[in-house]
Structure formats: structure tokens, C-alpha cells
């Protein structure tokens, strides 16, 4: 069998390595840095949603400022988050002033309760199973309690992290919302020597935009839908039994900030909504959260797809896929940008399909000359 024998120099053989570890060193890096670069990507994602309303405001303003204008944005989104936490802060604290009231009484009945099971134990001969249950559950108590300190540190950790990577995305995006057009048109003006290109290029990245600005729009209009049905089954069950349909206001915020959150937002504006309910009354509680879980399969799987495809040039069917894959992927923050993410990649397809067509279109015509 003949062959040839190839001759590769040692110094293409030195550059190949080179590429390869350099690869794997880039590799490793990201995997190291994840943290910090979903701490950017959050951050980038934020600039872009709240970039219209910083550019609106910066048009208004008399001193035409990009960077007043994002405090501005975010002074209104602070005071949104903490007028809807005022709202709530006054029913918990008023049902745990009553149930503070009533601990004693509880307490007393429990303990009544107790007696009376033993009784009842010793009628039965089932007194020494129920003593060793009750002394389990007493070791397990006195174990939680015995780590609560750890648990307490723990958790106290995680809420300080929680705000110092909260407080770095905020630093991250005010400065990508004052900085960002600048850097952008240095971007198209030194990175593309043929204007042709740079305006072709500069129209893909504008589509993109209105991708992700859509996606925002869509979400929005999810969440006004949700927030508002809530506020409705509030008002009904409120005048139904008797409790202050002063709950509706702070249900209807939780509920339409929550939807914002991705796959999970549902459950918790749902459970917190549940739960300020049920401190007036339990069957209320679990009326609304049936009434929350039949709309919300309304909303997410008729109405939701709709919305979101028709604001972004999308078919229902896609943006069910994009959500499930993002979630897979990467969680809650992959099923947050899985649908904006693939709006661009479709934006993409399209102008790659549209050249091809337009290249395929010249050459016979060409041929004919």
C-alpha cells in the first residue's frame, strides 16, 4: 500500500500545541470566572432593558444626561420594589401581633391536646410507641436547635453575598447604561473599515435590540394580566368572606413583580399570595391559590406564547422550545434569556437565508451578461 509521508515542521507543531493549551487555559478561566461573567451578562441584560427608558429620560431632561437619567430610572425602580414591600410589611406585622395574642392560648390547648392523646394511649396499650415518638421528636428538635447557630451563620452569609453581588450587577449596569452608546460608536466606527458592511451589520444589531426590548414589552403585558387577576380573586373573596380587601394592592404588586421571574416566578407570588391570605382566613387561601393555578395555566400556555411570538416575529412553538432549553442549560437564568437569545439567533438565520437568496439571485443573471 503506498502512502506519502507528511512533514510537518516543528514549528507548526509548537503553534498547534500552542492553540491548544491556550484553549484549554481560556476554558478553565471561564469555568473559574462563571460567577463574574453571569454577574456581566445579568448586568449587560439589564442595560439593554432599561436603556429606553434611561434614553427617554436623558432626551427630556433639560441637561440631555444619560447618567441623570439612569439614576432617575433606578430611584423609580427602587421606590416601585419598596412601596410594594410597605404595602406588605403592615399585614404581616399586624398577624403576627395577633398571633403573638393568641400564643398562650394555643399553647394551653396543645398541651390539653397532649393529655388527652395519652389517655387515650394508655386505653389502647399504645402508650410506650407514643412516648418513644414524642421523645424522638423531642431529640430532633433539640438537634435542630443545637445547629441552628450554624444554620443562622449560613444563612446570614448567603443574604450578605446575596447583596454585595446585587449591589456589583447594580454598579455593573449603571455604568454599562452611562458608558455603553460611547464605547458602541467607537465600536462601528474603528471596527469596520467598509461602511456597506458596518451598516449591515449596525441594522442586525438594531433588530436584536428590539428582540430583547420586545421580550420586555411581552413580559410586561404577562405580568399586568397577572398581577390584575389576582387583584380581582382578592376582591371577590374579600367581599365573600368578610376580610379588608386592603390586600389587594400588595397581591396584585407581589404577583405582577414575581411573573418577571422565570418558570418559578408563578409559585412564589403565588405562595406569598396564599399566605397573606390565609392570615385572615384558610379557606380563602386555598380558594385564591386555586383561582391563581387556573389562570395561570391559561396565561402560560395560551396567552403567554402569543404575546411573547407575536411582539418578537416568533411562533408559540419556539418560544415553548427556547424556554425549556434555556431552563436545562442553565436554570433560572438560562430560561430567562433563552427566549430573547434565540430571537436573535432566528434574526440571524433570517439575514444568513437572505443573503444566500440575494447571492443566488445575482450569479445567473451574471451568467446571462
Not at 5 to 17: A, C, E, G, P, Y
Not at 120 to 141: H, K, P
Not at 194 to 221: C, D, P, Q, W
Not at 243 to 265: D, E, K, N, R, W
Request: hydrophobic share 60%.
Amino acid at each position: 500500500m503506498n502512502g506519502k509521508l507528511i512533514d510537518i515542521s516543528t514549528k507548526t507543531m509548537v503553534k498547534f500545541w500552542l492553540v491548544i493549551i491556550g484553549l484549554v487555559l481560556v476554558l478553565g478561566a471561564v469555568w473559574l470566572a462563571k460567577s463574574a461573567i453571569i454577574m456581566i451578562l445579568v448586568a449587560f441584560f439589564l442595560a439593554i432593558v432599561l436603556n429606553r427608558p434611561v434614553a427617554f429620560f436623558a432626551r427630556v431632561l433639560p441637561i440631555h444626561s444619560r447618567a441623570l437619567g439612569a439614576v432617575i430610572v433606578f430611584i423609580i425602580t427602587l421606590i416601585v420594589l419598596g412601596g410594594v414591600i410597605f404595602l406588605m410589611l403592615p399585614v404581616f406585622f399586624e398577624q403576627f401581633s395577633s398571633f403573638a395574642k393568641s400564643l398562650p392560648d394555643t399553647i394551653a390547648s396543645l398541651e390539653h391536646q397532649s393529655l388527652l392523646l395519652m389517655d387515650f394511649a394508655r386505653s389502647v396499650g399504645m402508650e410506650e410507641t407514643i412516648t418513644s415518638a414524642l421523645n424522638n421528636m423531642s431529640n430532633d428538635i433539640s438537634q435542630i436547635v443545637a445547629n441552628l447557630g450554624t444554620t443562622s451563620v449560613n444563612i446570614v452569609t448567603n443574604i450578605v453575598n446575596t447583596f454585595v453581588n446585587a449591589g456589583l450587577v447594580f454598579v455593573l449596569t449603571l455604568f454599562m447604561l452611562v458608558e455603553g452608546p460611547s464605547w458602541l460608536d467607537k465600536f462601528w466606527k474603528y471596527a469596520y473599515k467598509s461602511a456597506e458592511k458596518r451598516a449591515r451589520h449596525k441594522a442586525i444589531a438594531t433588530k436584536m435590540y428590539n428582540v430583547i426590548s420586545s421580550f420586555v414589552t411581552s413580559l410586561g403585558i404577562i405580568a399586568a394580566i397577572n398581577g390584575i387577576l389576582a387583584g380581582i380573586g382578592v376582591f371577590v373573596l374579600g367581599m365573600a368572606f368578610g376580610f379588608t380587601v386592603s390586600l389587594i394592592l400588595p397581591i396584585a404588586s407581589v404577583v405582577f413583580i414575581t411573573t418577571f421571574i422565570p418558570i418559578f416566578g408563578p409559585f412564589i407570588g403565588g405562595g406569598l399570595a396564599g399566605v397573606l391570605v390565609l392570615l385572615y382566613n384558610p379557606v380563602a387561601a386555598i380558594i385564591l391559590i386555586a383561582w391563581l393555578i387556573l389562570y395561570q395555566q391559561i396565561v402560560y400556555n395560551f396567552l403567554s406564547p402569543k404575546i411573547q411570538g407575536k411582539w418578537m416575529n416568533m411562533s408559540a412553538l419556539l418560544v415553548l422550545v427556547a424556554m425549556v432549553v434555556g431552563l436545562q442549560i442553565s436554570g433560572l437564568f438560562g430560561a430567562l434569556v433563552a427566549i430573547p437569545l434565540t430571537g436573535c439567533i432566528v434574526i440571524l438565520v433570517r439575514e444568513v437565508f437572505k443573503r444566500y437568496s440575494q447571492n443566488t439571485a445575482v450569479i445567473p443573471n451574471s451568467t446571462k451578461k
